[in-house]
């Protein structure tokens, strides 16, 4: 039995295929369902867990070479949610690009992670490294 680090099966078994240079997506509740890609939903209530929740714990065991976002994010978000994502994301390589930009490389990724983020813009592709 697992007791530490990711403990939901269906999240392990989606980081463990994710090769060089993969991508996978974690997503805030509102971010759109794509029916040919694998998605963990991992929402549960608003906000819980957030986009950065997820973040944190995979990067634990998870390598990320680039970050890619949306543009928006920056312009409908505060200095502060802005900063607290610039943290989480601290020594990774972060790019950003329109919405539209982003949702057109979705159907490449491996899987996606959905949570209960509710804020503006908050989804963000992982490339593995």
Not at 6 to 11: A, D, E, M, S, T
Not at 81 to 105: N, T
Request: proline content about 5%.
């Amino acid at each position: 039995m697992l007791c530490r680090g990711i403990l939901n099966p269906q999240l392990n078994s989606l980081l463990s295929r994710v090769r060089h240079t993969n991508t996978l997506v974690i997503t805030d509740r509102g971010f759109p369902y794509w029916p040919d890609i694998e998605t963990v939903d991992l929402s549960l209530v608003d906000d819980i867990p957030r986009v950065l929740d997820v973040l944190r714990a995979i990067r634990l065991n998870f390598t990320i070479g680039r970050i890619t976002m949306a543009e928006e994010f920056r312009q409908h978000n505060s200095p502060a949610v802005v900063s607290e994502f610039a943290q989480a994301m601290a020594g990774i390589e972060v790019g950003f690009e329109s919405h539209v930009d982003f949702k057109k490389r979705v159907p490449q990724v491996i899987g996606l992670i959905r949570t209960g983020d509710t804020i503006q813009y908050a989804n963000m592709i992982l490339e593995s490294s």
